[in-house]
Nanobody, 124 residues
Framework: VQLQASGGGLVQAGGSLRLSCAVS????????MGWFRQAPEKEREFVAT????????FYTESVKGRFTISRDSAKNTIYLQMNSLKPEDTAVYYC??????????????????WGQGTQVTVSS
């Protein structure tokens, strides 16, 4: 199983980026998936998660109204559209798949499969 995250980069404050996470090796159509991030010297934190059906999403408070998580089960891919980026959004962003089918949570420890991370840097 491989999760390949891409789309990170350097952007000015107020700009946008779209992260993608392509899954290969198996299908995760029955699993919640999510985006998490880790800034230097900080713990990994939840950013956004989406249920297996796509009907339910959760966002951390600081990104509500700016970020949108979505999934394309046919392509086995999830996305994170990030708008109005702020310097405090700077971090390595990781995609992940939940360990249990048809369960949706925001706890990183409940996610068993992780991508390699993509760096997002927002300059002021």
């Amino acid at each position: 199983v491989q999760l390949q995250a891409s789309g990170g980069g350097l952007v000015q404050a107020g700009g946008s980026l779209r992260l993608s996470c392509a899954v290969s090796g198996r299908t995760f159509s029955n699993y919640a998936m999510g985006w998490f991030r880790q800034a230097p010297e900080k713990e990994r934190e939840f950013v956004a998660t989406i249920s297996w059906s796509g009907s339910s999403t959760f966002y951390t408070e600081s990104v509500k109204g700016r970020f949108t998580i979505s999934r394309d089960s046919a392509k086995n891919t999830i996305y994170l559209q990030m708008n109005s980026l702020k310097p405090e959004d700077t971090a390595v962003y990781y995609c992940a798949a939940h360990r249990t089918p048809r369960v949706h949570s925001i706890v990183p420890g409940n996610y068993a499969y992780w991508g390699q991370g993509t760096q997002v840097t927002v300059s002021s």
